[in-house]
């Protein structure tokens, strides 16, 4: 069976990773739908969401200061 694995080596690279590919697509995009806020809110502040565009601005405006400042 090793000398079948031994000439054989690129097959069963491709059967391995055609066996464990598919669980970590499938677990993958299951954690990342998870993790992602359905309402596009990137982080929760006292309860009331923060948005994306809120935060760009509120970092825009942060680092004028700090260029003024």
Do not use: C
Not at 5 to 12: I, L
């Amino acid at each position: 069976m090793f000398e079948f694995v031994r000439s054989h080596k690129s097959w069963m690279m491709l059967f391995i990773l055609v066996l464990i590919l598919p669980s970590f697509v499938f677990f993958g995009i299951q954690g990342y739908n998870n993790y992602v806020d359905p309402d596009g809110a990137l982080a929760t502040v006292d309860g009331a969401p923060v948005t994306q565009q809120e935060y760009d601005v509120a970092l825009r405006d942060r680092v004028e200061r700090l260029r003024q400042g």
